[in-house]
């Protein structure tokens, strides 16, 4: 069948000056692009391929207006899908003596592209009819790794809503969110189908939420997650007061990933969460592309050795009872003991990265200008292979330090 790109004779007009990217000839190409004739189930299915088709080129579409028999929006008979830059956007006026408003700038141009279906009445007035198409637009189309920043494709689901409410009830920051989402999901930083803005902007409606309702604790969260998915693992313990003491949870697809990718894991144990003042450990491996993968998160009210072996046995409990074998984490002494006690056939092993973090609080106010200096050679120090050349830079370093505390 033709695949003609604007719409019907006398039902479509395109605009003097047009503008098509790349990505929109790329796509045209394809089966995904719309064309006069085409026929769908539900006005829904044809919103979802017009989407689809607008994302691969390079703008969005919103819903625009809609007519019928007995008159717009009755006895629905055609539909039109229009860009989000269609239409303009009037000035807002100003009324003597009332209170400004600011005119913020508006996306919309008049663009014209759009898509319109309509019921045909020859299949008993059940199916949708692709009338008219247009894929003229008098703007610039965004690139693919711009297009994803657009609203309409900023979406945060049911279960990373759900993800981030425990994470903000756990007093974990946004960036630190953003961070173990993005390890859960294995995709580069960034690449999330959302914002840091999108995620501020949910707490806060949460938040307004828990104002009008009764508060809703983090326990009580991760028990609404499990009554949603039966999968979802949590674990706690109350102190003396029936306060949360220490609470881990894992999700199924971090333990479907520790499964496969659990050979060597990450005990990131740095951070202390000085909103609730509990220490915030996270479990990370490494998947068959080189990207981090998260496994569990886990709360600590105390560092302490009891804390530690609560938390990694709980974990393993998690893991189906498969331990790692091998398993890196800080210097911390009490983690040290509690992974020879739990994990006694794992073998354990510093990590530099989690280390080098804290060099910046450490070694800063002592070495000041020189800090800089010295983190350059220690990181050339680390990537040496000759012995030799190791221990005497060592010993120099070593040297630098002695003083600088002795000053």
């Known amino acids: 069948m033709e695949r003609p790109s604007s719409g019907e004779e006398g039902e479509g007009d395109s605009p003097n000056e047009t503008r098509i990217s790349p990505e929109t000839a790329a796509a045209e190409a394809d089966d995904s692009v719309p064309y006069i004739g085409q026929r769908f189930l539900t006005h829904e299915a044809a919103y979802e391929l017009y989407s689809g088709f607008a994302k691969q080129c390079g703008f969005s579409i919103r ?35 009332a209170k400004q408003q600011r005119n913020r700038k508006s996306s919309r141009c008049g663009c014209q592209a759009y898509l319109r279906i309509g019921r045909d009445a020859g299949a008993g007035g059940l199916e949708w009819r692709v009338t008219g198409f247009s894929n003229y637009h008098n703007h610039e189309l965004l690139r693919q790794d711009e297009v994803r920043f657009l609203p ?5 689901s049911e279960s990373d809503r759900d993800r981030i409410l425990v994470f903000a009830k756990s007093g974990i920051t946004v960036q630190q969110m953003m961070r173990i989402m993005e390890l859960e999901k294995c995709v ?62 894992s999700y199924a697809s971090s333990i479907q990933s520790y499964e496969v990718f659990g050979d ?9 969460l000085t909103s609730i003042d509990m220490t915030l450990g996270i479990w990370i491996g490494m998947n068959n592309h080189g990207m981090p993968c998260f496994f569990s998160c886990v709360l600590l009210r105390e560092g302490n050795l009891q804390s530690f072996t609560w938390a990694l046995q709980v974990f393993l ?54 800090y800089n200096d010295w983190e350059n050679e220690f990181y050339r120090l680390h990537n040496m292979e000759s012995t030799m050349d190791f221990d005497l830079g ?3 370093m070593g040297w630098l330090l002695c003083r600088e505390f002795q000053k």
């Open 264 to 272: 060597a894991v990450v005990f990131d144990t740095i951070h202390r």
């Open 63 to 97: 819903r625009h207006r809609t007519e019928g028999k007995d008159g717009v929006g009755k006895g629905l008979t055609r539909r039109y899908f229009v860009c989000h830059r269609a239409g303009n956007t009037p000035a807002k006026p100003f009324d003597d003596g």
């Open 152 to 156: 309409a494709y900023r979406v945060i």
């Open 188 to 249: 580069q930083p960034g690449s999330l189908p959302f914002t840091e803005k999108d995620v501020r902007n949910l707490i806060q409606s949460f938040r307004r939420f828990e104002q009008e309702e009764e508060s809703v604790d983090l326990l009580q969260m991760c028990r609404n997650v499990k009554e949603k998915d039966p999968n979802f693992k949590y674990d706690f313990t109350k102190d003396a007061n029936n306060c949360v003491e220490n609470i881990a949870w």
């Open 394 to 396: 060592w010993s120099d």
């Open 317 to 370: 409990n998690f893991m189906n009872r498969k331990a790692p074998q091998t398993i890196l984490t800080d210097q911390n002494m009490y983690l040290k003991e509690a992974v020879q006690k739990e994990l006694p056939n794992t073998k354990h092993a510093l990590s530099i990265g989690l280390i080098a973090s804290r060099f910046l609080s450490w070694f800063n106010a002592v070495l000041g200008r020189h």
